[in-house]
């Protein structure tokens, strides 16, 4: 086997018996890793109907069999439980190094049950792993943690996956760090591993991964050394981060603003990729292996002072923190995304759920008796800042909110529920659909709730599709179509950005991204150059098509139903201010979209897969 170990390491915390699972080829053909390792693995080994946050919830920790190849994007993994948000499938991906030093510490993967007495962390090294105490880390920052595990180990290289405060005191979106600035952000998993009582996996390994024709990777890695420089949208996301098209947006009116109820923000400029350049960006930082090192380095200005080891603000949380609580401070922004990665939050949860608590004290759905005083208006950025940390906290209204908006609302009741933005439980993250409808499929039919990363955005393929012609996708389709050709434009980006998560690679990367420097068909030579497997695109979009209709079954088997397949009602109701005013979606339009796509995908009316599909995927 080239490219991968052949090993996952199966941890029971109940007993803390730690086993390695042996498995063949085939199974990784079949499944390439990422979120269809964890959804073998909670399809196979999990009860129905458990809590999230108890013993019974498996949380995987995977790569994908091309992780740790040296190429620029090749080094995410996935986390995958079932979600505390939403109930149902979880999943979240992370850049960074840890990925690839898991694979070189000889294992490809982590399944994680029970739950121990007290508090541990993993240690995954060189062919080993042992459970060890955290009983002193528990309560820590991420960087004191990071700080004394690499201490004890005595290894200033080790990498550290872990959870902060917050998911101690399982926030419902807290998150896993790593590195202290690349997180598995969204779904609560970090709440699901402070229900486990573990604190961190710290991985450390030596050994080299294997690749069928070493040749070719150096050939694909001097094409992208001397193609990426030439490349407009890659140079952008170097110079100015994922932030570089937030301007771009606003002009558009699609940037997230007031808690999504306009379209664009007066104070755009001034929480700007441009501004963050030329006020705290201190250096740039890049994932392993990569080149062009979208990561931001900022040095907030008192009172909002940052430290850069926790990196920078993304797009997403500029915009969750800005446009969305019309705050326009960015260093009160690049605070609030230090605080959350110390705690281990994810941003775009915390962003909404704050928008969504100043649109109910707008309405005097919320009053200051109880926001403890705070005036909760939009625009005010000490409230921001301060929510943020009484949500980590679990203080006062903090902790309602740090239950997510769909819990938050049905607490406060008072008609508050139209404010809160969430698709099956999980907060909407910052783009609006209502200027891409691409986008209002996704919301509604990714398995794991609101999700921007589940296709590629659609303005862009009004004009040009030359990038997507490998999949089939010969025409341009109209950004505000809902018709048949929009969802088969969606199902087939579905399926390819699906299938980057299953291969654990930055959606930045490659086709049809903006940034993207690797075309589609590179990615068919890179595993082949990898595993030696002669695999085309078809067998690749087919183990893609598995993990989707996976997710599906098993949100089936958790309780929902067609009707979870929905949209917050703001998104029916015209947006008020902006280019874009009076935009909507036709909830009649979405929902015959959404039948078109069960027909395309083999599922039944009910959106249940039918078992001729499943035999297809090789699944029954
Ligand atoms: S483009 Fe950015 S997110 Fe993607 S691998 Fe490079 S540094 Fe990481």
Not at 237 to 266: E, H, V, W, Y
Not at 496 to 515: M, Q, R, S, T, Y
């Given at each position: 086997?080239?490219g991968?170990?052949?090993?996952?390491?199966?941890?029971?915390?109940?007993?803390?018996?730690?086993?390695?699972?042996?498995?063949?080829?085939?199974?990784?053909?079949?499944?390439?890793?990422?979120?269809?390792?964890?959804?073998?693995?909670?399809?196979?080994?999990?009860?129905?109907?458990?809590?999230?946050?108890?013993?019974?919830?498996?949380?995987?920790?995977?790569?994908?069999?091309t992780t740790g190849v040296p190429l620029t994007g090749f080094c995410?993994?996935?986390?995958?439980?079932?979600?505390?948000?939403?109930?149902?499938?979880?999943?979240?991906?992370?850049?960074?190094f840890?990925?690839a030093?898991?694979k070189f510490?000889?294992?490809?993967?982590?399944?994680?049950?029970?739950?121990?007495?007290?508090?541990?962390?993993?240690?995954?090294?060189?062919?080993?792993?042992?459970?060890?105490?955290?009983?002193?880390?528990?309560?820590?920052?991420?960087?004191?943690?990071?700080?004394?595990?690499?201490?004890?180990?005595?290894?200033?290289?080790?990498?550290?996956?872990?959870?902060?405060?917050?998911?101690?005191?399982?926030?419902?979106?807290?998150?896993?760090?790593?590195?202290?600035?690349?997180?598995?952000?969204?779904?609560?998993?970090?709440?699901?591993?402070?229900?486990?009582?573990?604190?961190?996996?710290?991985?450390?390994?030596?050994?080299k991964l294997e690749f069928?024709?070493p040749?070719k990777i150096k050939e694909l890695a001097k094409?992208h050394s001397?193609?990426?420089?030439?490349?407009?949208?890659?140079?952008?996301?170097?110079?100015?981060?994922?932030?570089?098209?937030?301007?771009?947006?606003?002009?558009?009116?699609?940037?997230?603003?007031?808690?999504?109820?306009?379209?664009?923000?007066?104070?755009?400029?001034?929480?700007?990729?441009?501004?963050?350049?030329?006020?705290?960006?201190?250096?740039?930082?890049g994932c392993y292996a990569c080149s062009?090192?979208?990561?931001?380095?900022?040095?907030?200005?008192?009172?909002?002072?940052?430290?850069?080891?926790?990196?920078?603000?993304?797009?997403?949380?500029?915009?969750?923190?800005?446009?969305?609580?019309?705050?326009?401070?960015?260093?009160?922004?690049?605070?609030?995304?230090?605080?959350?990665?110390?705690?281990?939050?994810?941003?775009?949860?915390?962003?909404?759920?704050?928008?969504?608590?100043?649109?109910?004290?707008?309405?005097?759905?919320?009053?200051?008796?109880?926001?403890?005083?705070?005036?909760?208006?939009?625009?005010?950025?000490?409230?921001?800042?301060?929510?943020?940390?009484?949500?980590?906290?679990?203080?006062?209204?903090?902790?309602?909110?740090?239950?997510?908006?769909?819990?938050?609302?049905?607490?406060?009741?008072?008609?508050?529920?139209?404010?809160?933005?969430?698709?099956?439980?999980?907060?909407?993250?910052?783009?609006?659909?209502?200027?891409?409808?691409?986008?209002?499929?996704?919301?509604?039919?990714?398995?794991?709730?609101?999700?921007?990363?589940?296709?590629?955005?659609?303005?862009?393929?009004?004009?040009?599709?030359?990038?997507?012609?490998?999949?089939?996708?010969?025409?341009?389709?109209?950004?505000?179509?809902?018709?048949?050709?929009?969802?088969?434009?969606?199902?087939?980006?579905?399926?390819?950005?699906?299938?980057?998560?299953?291969?654990?690679?930055?959606?930045?990367?490659?086709?049809?991204?903006?940034?993207?420097?690797?075309?589609?068909?590179?990615?068919?030579?890179i595993?082949?150059a990898v595993?030696?497997?002669?695999?085309?695109?078809?067998?690749?979009?087919?183990?893609?098509?598995?993990?989707?209709?996976?997710?599906?079954?098993?949100?089936?088997?958790?309780?929902?139903?067609?009707?979870?397949?929905?949209?917050?009602?703001?998104?029916?109701?015209?947006?008020?201010?902006?280019?874009?005013?009076?935009?909507?979606?036709?909830?009649?339009?979405?929902?015959?979209?959404?039948?078109?796509?069960?027909?395309?995908?083999?599922?039944?009316?009910?959106?249940?897969?039918?078992?001729?599909?499943?035999?297809?995927?090789?699944?029954?």
């Amino acid at each position: 086997m080239f490219g991968f170990n052949g090993k996952i390491l199966k941890v029971d915390l109940n007993s803390q018996k730690i086993d390695v699972e042996v498995l063949d080829e085939k199974f990784y053909r079949k499944y390439l890793g990422g979120r269809n390792f964890g959804l073998y693995y909670l399809t196979r080994e999990m009860s129905t109907n458990i809590d999230p946050l108890s013993p019974e919830n498996i949380l995987v920790f995977a790569t994908g069999v091309t992780t740790g190849v040296p190429l620029t994007g090749f080094c995410r993994h996935s986390v995958v439980a079932k979600s505390p948000l939403t109930n149902g499938f979880g999943e979240a991906e992370a850049g960074g190094f840890w990925g690839a030093e898991l694979k070189f510490a000889g294992f490809d993967a982590v399944a994680i049950k029970g739950a121990s007495p007290k508090p541990v962390y993993l240690w995954v090294h060189d062919g080993e792993a042992e459970i060890r105490d955290a009983s002193g880390l528990w309560g820590q920052l991420t960087k004191d943690t990071q700080k004394a595990i690499r201490e004890e180990l005595k290894d200033p290289l080790v990498r550290v996956a872990q959870i902060g405060p917050a998911g101690e005191k399982l926030v419902r979106y807290a998150c896993i760090m790593n590195d202290l600035k690349y997180a598995n952000g969204r779904s609560g998993l970090g709440a699901v591993m402070g229900s486990k009582n573990l604190k961190a996996i710290a991985v450390r390994g030596h050994n080299k991964l294997e690749f069928k024709d070493p040749e070719k990777i150096k050939e694909l890695a001097k094409w992208h050394s001397e193609n990426w420089l030439k490349h407009p949208g890659a140079l952008a996301r170097s110079r100015l981060g994922t932030s570089d098209g937030l301007l771009a947006m606003n002009a558009d009116g699609i940037l997230p603003t007031r808690n999504f109820s306009k379209g664009s923000f007066d104070h755009a400029e001034d929480i700007s990729g441009e501004k963050m350049k030329d006020t705290i960006l201190i250096g740039t930082e890049g994932c392993y292996a990569c080149s062009i090192r979208c990561k931001r380095v900022v040095k907030g200005k008192p009172p909002y002072e940052t430290d850069p080891n926790y990196g920078g603000p993304e797009y997403e949380t500029i915009a969750a923190f800005g446009s969305l609580c019309e705050v326009s401070d960015l260093n009160a922004i690049s605070y609030a995304n230090q605080l959350c990665n110390a705690y281990g939050m994810d941003t775009i949860s915390a962003g909404c759920t704050i928008a969504f608590a100043m649109e109910c004290f707008e309405n005097g759905v919320l009053t200051k008796d109880e926001t403890s005083h705070i005036d909760l208006r939009f625009g005010n950025t000490e409230a921001m800042v301060k929510l943020v940390d009484m949500i980590a906290k679990r203080e006062g209204l903090g902790d309602i909110l740090a239950e997510g908006v769909m819990r938050a609302s049905q607490r406060i009741g008072k008609g508050s529920e139209k404010y809160a933005m969430h698709v099956k439980g999980k907060e909407v993250p910052m783009h609006e659909p209502r200027g891409k409808t691409g986008l209002a499929l996704q919301y509604t039919l990714s398995p794991s709730g609101a999700d921007h990363m589940q296709a590629a955005h659609d303005p862009v393929f009004q004009a040009n599709v030359e990038n997507i012609k490998p999949l089939g996708i010969i025409e341009p389709v109209d950004r505000l179509s809902l018709g048949p050709d929009k969802v088969r434009l969606f199902k087939y980006l579905q399926l390819w950005w699906n299938l980057l998560d299953c291969l654990c690679v930055c959606k930045f990367v490659i086709a049809p991204h903006g940034a993207g420097v690797f075309k589609i068909n590179h990615l068919v030579d890179i595993v082949n150059a990898v595993t030696g497997w002669n695999t085309s695109l078809l067998e690749l979009m087919m183990a893609s098509d598995r993990s989707i209709s996976l997710a599906r079954e098993f949100n089936l088997r958790e309780g929902f139903t067609k009707e979870d397949d929905q949209l917050p009602m703001r998104f029916y109701e015209p947006l008020e201010f902006g280019p874009r005013k009076g935009a909507r979606i036709s909830e009649r339009d979405l929902n015959e979209a959404i039948s078109i796509y069960y027909g395309m995908m083999g599922w039944d009316r009910t959106g249940k897969p039918e078992t001729v599909k499943l035999q297809e995927l090789s699944l029954f």
